[in-house]
């Protein structure tokens, strides 16, 4: 397991990487913390962050670590047990933000094209928590099956693989039989479930934008703009590195590796700031976390200032 084209630079990328871990667990701790502080901020659309907090930390605590540890000692090995780890708990994770993502999407369509109807659709204990639920269950089978199926292949052969964690991919290259079947069965998977997901949370914002463009409230129509734009740039961030790898075939292993760098190191820190930096309530709720007082005149839930704005323009 290596990084190509770093010999020389361990050092730099060891403290770098340690700094984005350690932003990382810092970031979505104190998210996570604030909204269990917080009773306004049990809502519906902070339960789904909640969970995508919990996701990141999980995330960024699969390769990570291990590949803080390959570049101080200089190690490049891997236990057969963490191999398989690393390949079940990135996927599960992966296919369970992307699907959180689909549900936080439908989410944001229900407060702003439905809002006299939010509170029953979106049933706090009912509802939410079987969407949830889902995304892990769901994602769970999903991956069993491909982890399943990747390490029952005979391998007898070399035992280095060329990326910087394991994935299914390097790994099934290693194998001494024919891998028809699991390189079939993953790319199916890992093709359809996120073009399904991006397609749906696609379909969701198209009809978003349309009930904003319908308002007649320009004060209206930047609220409810506003609870989308956080959802919007993690979306982004999410499927942009992947859009890019798979559509541009000739890009060199430097730079995809570099791309898939950024997805997993970076991407987890990231989401953090950006539902923090523009959203008032979150940042209340981190100063009333470390003894503020000033958060008494600020309004309950992103999801009830939606459905004032629809209310009132309607």
Known sequence: MRIPNTDGFQTILFVTFLAFYFCTLLGNLL?????LADDRLHTQMYFFLCNLSIIDLGFSSISTPKLLANLWAKSRTI???????????????????????????YDRYVAICHPLRYLLIMNWRRVCTLLAAGTWIA?????????????TLPYCGSNVVE?????IFPVVKLACAHT????????TNTGMVPMTCLFLILASYV?????????????????????CTSHLAVVTLFFGPC????TQPQLSTGKVTAVHLF???????????????RNKEVKAALRKLRGGSNTSMLMYGSCRDCMWVCIEIH
């Not at 409230?217 to 409810?224: N, Y």
């Open 31 to 35: 998210i996570f913390s604030a909204i």
């Open 79 to 105: 236990s057969l047990g963490g191999c398989m780890s690393q390949v079940f708990f990135w996927h599960f994770l992966v296919s369970t933000e992307c699907l959180l993502y689909t549900v936080m999407a």
């Open 139 to 151: 994602s769970s089978f999903h991956i069993t099956i491909l982890t399943s199926l990747t390490f």
């Open 163 to 167: 990326y910087f964690f394991c994935d």
């Open 180 to 187: 028809y079947i699991i390189e079939t069965v993953t790319f």
């Open 207 to 227: 009809r978003i934008v349309y009930s904003i463009l319908k308002m007649n409230s320009v004060e209206g129509q930047r609220k409810a703009a506003s609870t």
């Open 243 to 246: 859009a890019l790898v798979y």
């Open 263 to 277: 997805g997993y190191v970076v991407t987890p820190m990231l989401n953090p700031a950006i539902y923090t930096l």
